[in-house]
């Protein structure tokens, strides 16, 4: 899926990488493998079932790895965000060394291919450092630290970490971690997965998916693809209404690119114990013109539900103080600046195998926790193998039906929040009347009892559609720095003319008509 961005943001990849995107699918066909969604899960996928012989087909409803996977920060961790003292909790000792040994092997995986493929993508190993803030984190440290070492890690406690974001806080360091420059990975597994004969289609929406033997895709124009199998690898499924959705939750991150002087911060991966947390990268290289006395700073953080807030500007600037009172960037403003959506689970962990309340020949990778580079690449490692008909010892852990007893207070919660969301009902407009949105911005006015999401653009064209998202008929909020109409209860996004941007929505925003509300009709496709 496409996300269009305004030109206000952009990620330093999609700035420094153009994948060339095939035309449409153009017909019915059949395939062994129906891959749908090209960021790093379907790509990845798609590139191990080739390898094995299988005949594969993949469809993008856009550009080939213009979904998330073009939004990371790009870190390659096997010290997992949600920290391994909760994994154990939840999941208990075997399950927490299980997670760790599938990061490390997904991290390996990379380095492989990288060697194998002769992928000029920036590939390095580096070590990870996890920052507490204060010495009043010092015990939540220890106690990761003797986790982590039980989970097989290469761990050590430090009282001072290379960089000095905190004062007076211990620090983790965690060995062979990794980063990359994730479209220039993509582009070689995509010429990668043609050579070995698969099939690649960019702008081919799937409809929906029907299991069973043959499965089949319904995709726009009347066709369908024939299939063996189907691997839906949209970040988020379109094809599960309910089951997965209610254990994960959408998070809009930020992330900003700056200047700073080569060799005063030693590569490595950063990151620190507050709630949201922030990360940190540096990457050398990879911006056309930049200075060889320089290199490039990437730090994430400012997080919030997705389409529960609207200051984004706000957040940005919070990102870029943080970044001035710890690091020694460029007095310039970051060269770039954008920000993604996280598909929190409740577990911490990723949904990955056989979609829940489906035949057993579709699967499903989801849920990526801040950890989208890595889960990505554990979804096409362990996927390939289930449609292969073997088993896996990671299948267990990231089975997409589980239910974690463990992690109930979580799932109230974030179903509570979701719950609250849907008050959006019974609540007046952003503003009164359109006549106050301003060019170049969007609000949701009520119109009787029901609600519109209006766009007034820079020359003052209006553009009226439902603000109901056809997903779960949530109401979408609007979010300024992006140009887009976000819902906050399960996370689907839409584009000012209502295109779907992402899911689990799989059409877009209705257009209004003042007399007939929304009239049925698709504002957009995926």
Not at 63 to 89: K, M, P, Q, V, Y
Not at 192 to 205: K, L, P, S
Not at 376 to 396: F, N, Q, V, Y
């Amino acid at each position: 899926m496409t996300l269009l961005l305004p030109a206000a943001t952009r990620s330093v990849w999609s700035a420094t990488t153009d994948i060339a995107t095939p035309p449409p699918l153009h017909g019915s066909t059949t395939c062994e493998v129906c891959v749908i969604g090209a960021g790093i899960a379907g790509l990845t996928t798609a590139y191990l079932l080739g390898r094995r012989g299988k005949k594969v087909l993949v469809i993008d409803d856009g550009r080939l790895g213009g979904g998330e996977t073009r939004l990371t920060t790009a870190h390659l961790a096997s010290a997992i965000d949600d920290r391994f003292a909760e994994l154990e909790r939840i999941h208990g000792q075997d399950g927490a060394r299980l997670a760790a040994a599938s990061h490390a092997a997904a991290i390996d995986f990379i380095e492989a291919t990288v060697r194998n493929e002769l992928i000029d993508c920036a590939f390095e190993r580096v070590n990870g450092y996890l920052y507490g803030t204060s010495a009043a984190d010092d015990g939540a440290i220890e106690e990761e630290f003797h986790a982590a070492t039980r989970a097989g890690l290469d761990v050590e406690l430090l009282w001072r970490g290379p960089v000095d974001m905190y004062a007076d806080a211990q620090c983790l360091r965690f060995g062979r971690q990794a980063q990359f420059h994730p479209l220039r990975y993509l582009s070689r597994l995509i010429r990668a997965i043609v050579r070995d004969g698969g099939r690649i289609y960019g702008f081919t929406h799937a409809e929906a998916v029907e299991g069973g033997r043959p499965a089949i895709v319904a995709i726009d124009g009347g066709f369908t693809i024939t299939a063996d199998a189907v691997v839906v690898a949209t970040n988020t499924p379109f094809n599960d209404r309910v089951a997965i959705h209610t254990k994960q939750a959408p998070y809009t991150t930020y992330a900003i690119g700056c200047s700073i002087p080569s060799g005063a911060v030693p590569h490595g991966l950063y990151w620190d114990v507050l709630d949201p947390y922030h990360y940190v990268r540096l990457q050398s290289d990879v911006v056309p013109g930049q200075p060889s006395e320089s290199e490039l700073l990437i730090v994430g953080g400012e997080d919030h539900k997705t389409g529960q807030a609207d200051d984004g500007e706000e957040r940005f600037e919070r990102l870029e103080r943080w970044t001035r009172e710890r690091f020694p960037v460029e007095p310039e403003p970051p060269q770039f600046r954008w920000s993604g959506q996280v598909m929190e689970t409740i577990d911490g962990l990723a949904f990955i195998g056989r979609n829940p309340l489906d035949k057993d020949n579709v699967f499903v990778a989801t849920g990526d926790s801040g950890m989208g580079m890595t889960h990505g690449t554990i979804a096409g490692i362990l996927l390939s193998e289930l449609i292969l008909g073997s088993d896996h010892p990671w299948r267990a852990l990231y089975e997409p039906s589980r239910k974690p007893l463990k992690a109930a207070k979580s799932f109230l919660r974030e179903n509570l929040n979701t719950a609250a969301e849907y008050g959006a009902w019974l609540t007046g407009g952003d503003v009164a009347d359109e006549e106050h949105i301003a060019p170049g911005t969007g609000a949701v006015v009520r119109s009787g009892l029901q609600k519109v999401a209006v766009y007034r653009d820079e020359n003052g064209e209006v553009t009226r559609l439902s603000a109901v998202c056809p997903h779960l008929n949530g109401i979408v909020a609007w979010n300024a720095v992006e140009h887009s109409w976000d819902c906050p209860c399960h996370g689907s996004r839409f584009q000012v003319d209502g295109q779907v941007i992402h899911g689990p929505a799989n059409h877009g925003l209705a257009p209004w008509e003042e007399n007939g509300h929304g009239n049925g009709t698709n504002g957009g496709e995926r």
